[in-house]
């Protein structure tokens, strides 16, 4: 193809395709530092289309796209490095998977942050499903909230600031925020309330995952109550900023309750 202002390759994992209109397919990538783009992949959706078979999420590939008059530009070339067919061969894969395409796909942030985005899921589609798929989506999790800031302040009671110590149980309402067992009975008494009670070494393991790199997050050995504890503070947290992102995590967070 001849060099033309217009014409970009990037590097991207391949988010989600969906049709369009009869015939084509809208194409959505996740870029390092552009973060979503958006490309009509033309006749996409005919039998015997070259592009039809690479356009299976996730994948990792070099993307060329044209831009034209149309503010969606088509997509021109695709060259896969890696399908990861893998993530598509088991039940539970796929989830996993699509939590994380998910947060992709509804992430608007700045360079810098789809940089890291970008590293972080790219290592997550890179490991291997077979081997703790939850404990990578936890791990992926725990240093997803912590580049969007929302994590920290877990050392102190939200209320008192009390440091929170070994003999100090912390419970969260909507674990937005952590509070010390003292003011938690001073909060609620003995009324029933719908608490998730949160203990020191749930605290402990939430530092341990956010310096945990993604690649060794099977040693983390996470069990039920740790991993339905990173999913239920990873969908509060991300409730409003990704609400794609907790509704694919919901259905996880619920299988991690009953396994
Ligand atoms: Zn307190």
Redesign the pocket.
């Known amino acids: 193809m001849s060099w033309s202002p217009n014409v970009h390759t990037y590097d991207a994992v391949l988010v989600r395709t969906s049709p369009w209109g009869e015939r084509d397919r809208l194409t959505v990538l996740f870029e390092a530092t552009h973060g979503i783009l958006r490309a009509r992949a033309i006749s996409a959706l005919e039998s015997g289309s070259k592009l039809a078979p690479l356009l299976v999420a996730p994948a990792l590939g070099r993307f060329t796209l044209a831009r034209g008059r149309s503010p969606i530009p088509v997509l021109a070339n695709v060259e896969l490095t890696e399908r990861l067919a893998r993530w598509r061969a088991i039940g539970l894969s796929i989830r996993v998977a699509g939590v994380a395409l998910a947060v992709l796909e509804g992430l608007d942030a700045p360079e810098e942050t789809n940089r890291l985005f970008f590293q972080l899921s790219t290592d997550l589609l890179r490991s291997n499903p077979s081997v703790h798929p939850l404990s990578a989506l936890a791990v992926f999790l725990v240093h997803a909230l912590g580049i969007l800031g929302l994590l920290g302040g877990e050392t102190n009671?939200s209320?008192?600031?009390?440091a929170f110590t070994a003999d100090i149980i912390a419970a969260a309402p909507d674990l937005r925020t952590f509070?010390?067992a003292?003011?938690f009975n001073r909060l609620y008494g003995k009324a029933e309330v719908s608490v998730i009670l949160v203990n020191r070494e749930h605290l402990e393991l939430l530092h341990r995952m956010a310096i945990t790199p993604l690649s060794e997050s099977g040693r983390l050995e996470l069990d039920t109550d740790a991993l339905s504890f990173i999913f239920s503070l990873a969908c509060a947290r991300l409730d409003n900023i990704l609400p794609g992102a907790v509704s694919a995590l919901l259905p996880l967070t619920a299988a991690a309750c009953r396994t």
């Open positions: 009671c209320l008192c600031g009390t509070i010390c003292r003011c």
